[in-house]
């Protein structure tokens, strides 16, 4: 333990709440586990709410008059018709149209825009091009730490604290609302399949007191300690960058065609080599896999994907055992010829046994 | 653990060994510690040679026609009279002189550099640049993982296997040698207080197989499972980016006036920023602390640091008891006016205990 991996503003009330492990994510502390198992925890964000310390999420704010030209010029995704208040999904891609984040984008006015990143540092690649291209911006990390409330009785805690507007507001967008005197941003948005809002919390010290806060009101929702839960997740069809893709993929083969599209007139970093890699077609794509065998437990390494003769195909890089569906399932990027929905493989499983499998598409069915 | 966090060619050796926890960098495990006290492995590091897994020191690899100028762009270190086959220790700054990274720089040839680098992602900001320049390089992380063998045996272990050049080698000078068949880099050079070399491996598969032979050699030498040992490194006055400085610090802050000097005429990001902090000078700079009290185990968070009138003048960020010195010392950003050796000051330690210091020159006296 080091300053270098970051603490937030809730460690120690996560540290309260019995978490049992962390990991890193942004040089920050993101909690990995609690006194539970994953099933018990997945089963719990099924039916009732809880609360998450993803401050782990960073910003990068980029402010000023050039700011939408850049941003803009990171994605091949439009944000020409983008409103103050929407949350983006959006490929931030290289020259070589190689993913390097896929962040939540907001926009806080025409000027002001938040890239909520995955692991990677975005703020260098930010402001490396806006210094190469001699942009009028300003770049920075804003002390805002996001923290997550997630599960279906989200929308009534929420409201219990902050009013009746929580429950106006659509997926992906976000309002301001008023916390400890000062204006804040909450989104209806999380990294779960199930309903849920994140607090991008401003204010490192009175982190705690908004916990509390939050605590306080959540024992009548049946309120858990919580983090992004591998089984929903996977279900959900969410990807984790690092894992399930990296620099070396790009994003039609991580299924992310609707914010390629054609019609973007826009220009933006890697076009050219996207165009390319549109006409020419890719040759693999994340696809979902369910599989037999012993419960997976999860990838600490990827498991190799035969075909049914033998020929390596591709790897799963997110797995486990989904008790709800009572089959293992998993994330995986498989070559063109083996890609279709139904087609049978063949898993070496993390003690190297061979088990059956079927393509599946994403994400996996309730 | 998922592939999130990257395994290295030498973590099922470390295992072997008798790892007993990781930290992670650049997105790759490191060794953290392994069976034995930090006051043992200090003792033995001083006395033997061990062997680390440094492989989370990344390289980012520039090449190409405008590598040197990309290069030379990025830090105020001056690579004009670099020759091939030098490790240059460089400050990479950005456009307000805040360190991005400290990292040791290798020249290949003319157009060829590794960026071997500290925890941040230097390879977006070089791509950034690179791109909003419009330079002609070619900027990648190559299949390069460093492994550290240090401590007073290490020339003799590394000549039993790799022959007498090993000793014509000075500090932060690099050689090829051939391993199983590939030429490799081999440098003297290491993150410790000793004597020691790095081979920058080039060879995912047969890492193990290079330190079964290391160890091997090593056993008449008592080789041990290392990692930066905290005692050693702070003794040395080396830091620790993100823990020590972070992008808030300029280089003149961090002590590497030396690598920022007015005689660099050549230009850089950040230089005029730069050359305005050193007319005016700073108002704080890292110092070493001698302290009383309980033995300091390390700092998990950051000891406050006040004048003997009670002010509030910095924080050690990295502490520990030195068995060597019989004192606590620590690394710690302190306020221009209590930067003199000798100047007496106040420490909140970890348990909120106040105790006596002293401000002390870097490296620490041996």
């Known amino acids: 333990m080091s300053r270098r991996i970051r603490h937030t503003p809730f460690t120690k009330k996560v540290e309260e709440c019995g978490v049992t492990g962390f990991t890193v994510v942004n040089h920050m502390l993101l909690p990995k586990a609690f006194k539970k198992s994953v099933d018990e925890d997945y089963w719990h964000l099924q039916s009732h709410v809880q609360i998450w310390d993803v401050s782990c999420q960073r910003q990068v704010q980029i402010t000023g008059p050039d700011s939408e030209y850049l941003v803009q010029k990171m994605t091949p995704r439009s944000i020409k018709n ?22 939540i984008l907001l926009k806080l006015d025409n000027s002001k825009f938040w890239i909520s990143i995955a692991d990677s540092d975005v703020l260098l690649w930010a402001k490396g091009l806006a210094i190469g291209l001699d942009l009028n911006v300003f770049i ?64 490192f010290l009175e982190g705690e007191k908004l916990w509390q806060l939050i605590w306080k009101s959540g024992s009548s929702f049946n309120i858990s300690p919580g983090c992004p839960n591998l089984i929903d997740r996977i279900e959900a069809g969410l990807l984790s960058y690092g894992n399930d893709f990296t620099r070396e993929n790009n994003p039609l083969e991580c299924n992310l065609e609707k914010y390629c599209t054609n019609a973007s007139p826009h220009d933006f970093i890697g076009k050219i080599t996207l165009e390319k890699i549109k006409t020419e077609g890719v040759n693999q794509k994340i696809r979902g896999i369910v599989f037999s065998g012993d419960a997976c437990q999860s990838c600490a390494k990827p498991l190799l994907v035969y075909s049914t003769n033998n020929i390596k195909i ?53």
């Open 82 to 103: 983008m409103s103050t208040g929407k949350c983006f999904y959006i490929p931030i891609i290289d020259e070589n149209a190689g993913m390097i984040n896929d962040p």
């Open 140 to 203: 920075e990390e804003p002390e805002v730490y996001p923290l997550a409330i997630q599960g279906p009785k989200a929308e009534d805690l929420m409201t219990s604290l902050f009013g009746e507007e929580i429950r106006s507001m659509n997926f992906f967008e976000f309002k301001m609302f008023e916390i400890f005197g000062k204006e804040q941003v909450i989104a209806r948005s999380g990294y779960s399949n199930q309903d849920g809002f994140e607090i991008y919390f401003n204010g």
């Open 314 to 366: 591709g790897q799963i890089t997110s797995g486990i055992y989904s008790p709800r569906l009572k089959k293992n399932i998993g994330l995986s990027m498989i070559k063109k010829d083996y890609w279709n929905v139904g087609t049978e493989v063949i898993i070496k499983t993390a003690d190297n046994k061979l088990t059956k499998g079927t393509i599946s598409s994403l994400p996996f069915s309730k």
